[in-house]
């Protein structure tokens, strides 16, 4: 299997096929740990752990064996446990399709998301215009998450935070909440773009904590739990979907077999009166 490394030529041109993003073909990583299968059997939750709020998911990653994937994370996840699924592409950290959908795991007021599988960036070379498939180009997989502390005066409040996969060594306790600043030492975060009435509610360890409204996506972009379970169900690593030659199926099957092989889980809708992202 190629996967990507720093042998990328300076002169190439990265763009990504959704969102407009770009990658520095100058700082691609070497190869990712999560760039290759791996028994999720070895995968288990840490004992005396619990999952609450953002403090916890910090002290469980800390508590699990390094280099984590975010595949082996999921599968450690207590169950059972409720979600809700969407293929809406109106998000930081969009869906790829309904087959490729966007995840959201559900412990009462605490919720995780991350998607099922990692886009195809198009790499261009800008001297022979001759275009290369490169999937998962920054080598890194984000798990978002959030806990709802109260109730604003048109939608429920919660505080945010992002962390990227492989984490490969210790997590500070503010990591979740640093990732998200629009830059070191900044007064508000990347979440602000969507989320609205963002403001300061405490620090850790100089790092501030934000608040601002939470969203949901419309009703049309919804996922199944029968539409999924299908796919985790047909799912075959050995069979390339995706639009480049390389095969990364086994990524997504990796990723069900994360979400559904490890134990009960249960499709719910997201509250209504949480309010509808804007767009859909």
């Not at 109730?151 to 306790?173: C, N, Q, T």
């Not at 989320?195 to 360890?205: K, M, P």
Request: aromatic fraction near 8%; proline fraction near 6%.
């Amino acid at each position: 299997m190629n996967f990507v490394t720093r042998a990328v030529s300076l002169s190439l041109l990265v763009v990504l096929t959704a969102c407009g993003g770009k990658v520095d073909p100058d700082n691609l990583p070497e190869i990712s740990v999560a760039h290759q299968p791996e028994d999720l059997s070895l995968c288990v939750a840490p004992q005396g752990k619990e999952l609450t709020d953002i403090d916890d998911i910090v002290e469980w990653i800390n508590a699990m064996p390094k280099p984590l994937t975010l595949a082996c994370f999921v599968a450690s996840l207590p169950r059972p446990f409720t979600y809700n699924a969407t293929s809406s592409m109106f998000s930081a950290q969009p869906a790829l399709s309904p087959h490729d959908p966007r995840i959201f795991v559900q412990y009462d007021k605490l919720t995780l998301s991350f998607v099922t599988q990692e886009r195809v960036s198009t790499i261009v070379d800008l001297d022979t215009g001759e275009r290369t498939y490169v999937w998962d180009a920054d080598g890194i997989q984000l798990l978002e998450f959030s806990v709802e502390v109260d109730a604003g005066k048109y939608s429920p409040l919660s505080i945010k935070g992002e962390l990227a996969f492989p984490v490969m060594a210790e997590l500070p306790r503010n990591a979740g909440y640093a990732r998200i600043l629009v830059s070191p030492g900044a007064t508000r975060t990347s979440c602000a773009v969507c989320h609205s009435t963002e403001e300061i509610v405490d620090y850790v360890d100089d790092v501030p904590v934000f608040k601002s409204r939470m969203l949901r996506h419309g009703r049309g972009s919804e996922v199944t739990h029968a539409q999924l379970m299908e796919e985790y169900l047909n799912c075959d690593p050995a069979v390339n979907t995706g639009s480049g030659p390389e095969n990364n199926e086994w990524y997504r099957c990796q990723m069900l077999d994360a979400l559904f092989g490890k134990g009960q889980t249960t499709w719910v809708n997201f509250r209504k009166d949480i309010e509808t992202l804007h767009g859909e």
